[in-house]
């Protein structure tokens, strides 16, 4: 089974903090991605990678940045966070190919105060 | 523009009471279209891909089928176990080699005892 784990389920962070959120995936895959999920939004991309050190931008990358640097980990981070950061955060990862069925880590849910 | 669109945005049913969801999308070519399940607070949990018009999947008390503009996720006597979101996603041809799919804003569904 494909694994997907990110580094905490619920974070609580202070306006203006760096915050780091970690996403490992046990299988080898191509492709990363970070979303975030809000009521009445769905699921909008931030940034995804397909290789180590590549990076793309999603939709809503603003306010946000990522580091690949080995093939199974992506990492995402608010430089400075913000009230409206507050969200849970999704990773995925696909395999490249023809398959790309992207599956998902657990979240962590962020609250910035 | 490429537009994923489900329906309904919620639904309630009785233990046993059989019903439909539907995703329709607009993109110019189609590479793949995902279902997915996501219980509150958790990660999208995969469920079916389907590529081609007249495709149909099957696990348990869910089919999933595809038309060239939309696709039904069928579930036939309900159980309170299958509340949850049901995310739909495609993949359109013209996202070159990214994995970038694009995602409907999900029915949320109620199964009463």
């Known amino acids: 089974d494909v694994k997907v784990t990110q580094s905490s389920r619920y974070l609580v962070k202070r306006t203006g903090e760096k915050v780091f959120l970690e996403c490992v995936q046990d299988m080898d895959h191509e492709n990363m991605f970070w979303y975030r999920q809000d009521p009445g939004l769905g699921l909008r991309l931030i940034y995804f990678?397909?290789?180590?050190?590549?990076?793309e931008k999603g939709d809503i990358p603003e306010g946000y940045s990522v580091s690949r640097e080995k093939k199974e980990r992506f990492s995402l981070i608010l430089e400075s966070a913000s009230t409206n950061q507050t969200s849970m955060y999704l990773c995925a990862s696909t395999p490249g190919g023809q398959d790309s069925v992207q599956y998902f880590g657990p979240g962590t849910r962020l609250l910035v105060l | 523009e490429d537009q994923v669109t489900q329906s309904p945005e919620a639904l309630r049913l009785q233990e046993g009471e059989s019903s439909s969801l539907n995703c329709s999308y607009t993109?110019?070519?189609?590479?793949?279209l995902f279902w997915y399940r996501q219980d509150p607070g958790k990660g999208p949990e995969f469920l079916f891909t389907l590529y081609s018009a007249g495709e149909e999947k099957e696990k348990e008390r869910l089919k999933a089928t595809l038309t060239k503009k939309e696709s039904f996720l069928h579930i036939t006597a309900p159980k309170p176990e299958d509340s949850a979101t049901y995310l739909c996603?495609?993949?359109?041809?013209?996202?070159?080699?990214?994995?970038?799919?694009?995602w409907g804003l999900g029915t949320s569904l109620a199964v009463n005892p």
């Open positions: 996603a495609v993949h359109p041809s013209n996202a070159g080699n990214n994995r970038k799919l694009i």
């Open positions: 993109v110019s070519g189609l590479r793949g």
């Open positions: 990678s397909y290789d180590v050190k590549m990076k």
